[in-house]
């Protein structure tokens, strides 16, 4: 073995580490749930098309951490020389090569589980792009970001059902979560007014205000997105009542309502057929989602100095799995919503190592 093999195979794990870095890798178990939450917002099973669009939303969100590393190069080599591409571990052109390689996997993940979740990830890779290359530092920047997080849910709709209307209620959350969060991480590393953490807890009260309010019975087992028994084909009309819960934001208020076709199976022990009470879940994990964000957002308003900032823009990122998961209870798939809810701890363990900003 040549003492250049020696070298690279002792700076191996730096190099994995530094990627970890770049990529930020914790903040990857925050993308499943949006694909989950668009599919369960459908009324339709999860399915291999969905496993694709998470794959695809994984590769356009890590396309984004590495393009946003390249693009603030110059900006990180003054407030964060630690970072990968600025302290010279990585060097910026692999890192605009996983940008492109990551944006290209994506759009084939995406074209694999169909047209109608390509025509969404499409806008949704241009999205991440124009963010951070031209929309980052202007006031459109939190709007891109919200409006990427929204289209990764309707990703998720489009590529289970073919449609994406039924998850637009759940998309305007999660993207109104989304912007709130970008919006004080805006001011992470200098700090600045209180202001921004002052409006995102507003917007987390609201939300989880939002989430908590009685919700309309869910449908029998057999129209379950948990449940072997599913609509194939439902209608896409809706009564008036639902479509005024949509206008509210309220999610899975426009579950089609008629469906064509039932398949026949065994009951779901994991959903009884005709619950007498709404199910808490949605309440718990609602509660979950404003306890992650309440603290810090509460610290950073007092005192918007950069590490509480910071924290308070963690805790942003994290509360994206109990939010999704409360949308996937909220769409009546408990299933989907504790395996998203599961998320949880494992960012929580991989962020004691790798930053999740």
Not at 169 to 197: K, Y
């Amino acid at each position: 073995m040549t003492p250049r093999q020696v070298h690279a195979r002792a700076d191996t794990p730096g190099r994995a580490r530094a990627w970890a870095e770049l990529l930020r890798l914790p903040a990857l178990f925050t993308v499943p749930g949006d694909a989950l939450a668009g599919a369960a917002a459908t009324g339709v099973r999860p399915n291999h098309r969905t496993l694709l669009a998470i794959g695809s939303s994984l590769c356009v969100y890590e396309a984004g951490m590495a393009l946003n590393d390249w693009a603030d190069r110059d900006e990180d080599a003054v407030e964060r020389p630690h970072r990968p591409l600025p302290s010279g571990r990585i060097h910026s052109a692999a890192a605009f090569t996983a940008a492109c390689a990551f944006t290209a996997g994506g759009l084939a993940l995406a074209a694999r589980a169909g047209r109608p979740a390509l025509a969404v990830a499409a806008p949704l890779a241009a999205t991440v792009w124009a963010y951070d290359l031209a929309l980052k530092h202007t006031p459109a920047g939190p709007l891109a970001m919200g409006l990427a997080r929204g289209l990764d849910v309707l990703l998720g709709a489009a590529a289970t059902a073919g449609r994406t209307r039924d998850a637009l209620p759940s998309a305007a959350i999660l993207g109104s979560h989304t912007l709130a969060v970008t919006t004080v991480s805006r001011q992470e590393t200098q700090g600045g007014s209180p202001l921004a953490p002052l409006a995102a807890l507003v917007t987390t009260a609201c939300l989880s205000g939002l989430l908590t309010r009685a919700h309309p019975a869910r449908e029998s087992a057999e129209t379950s997105p948990d449940s072997p028994a599913r609509t194939s084909r439902p209608s896409l009309r809706l009564p008036a009542g639902r479509v005024t819960a949509a206008v509210l934001g309220l999610p899975g208020a426009t579950t089609p309502t008629t469906p064509a076709t039932r398949t026949t199976a065994p009951p779901n022990p994991d959903r009884p057929a005709a619950p007498a009470t709404p199910s808490p879940l949605p309440t718990i994990l609602a509660t979950a989602y404003a306890a992650t964000t309440a603290r810090p957002y509460f610290h950073a308003t007092l005192n918007p100095s950069p590490p509480l900032t910071q924290r308070a823009v963690s805790g942003g990122i994290r509360a994206m799995i109990p939010l999704q998961a409360t949308l996937a209870a909220r769409s009546g798939a408990p299933v989907t919503a504790l395996l998203t809810a599961a998320l949880a701890p494992l960012a929580r363990r991989f962020a004691r190592k790798v930053t999740i900003t």
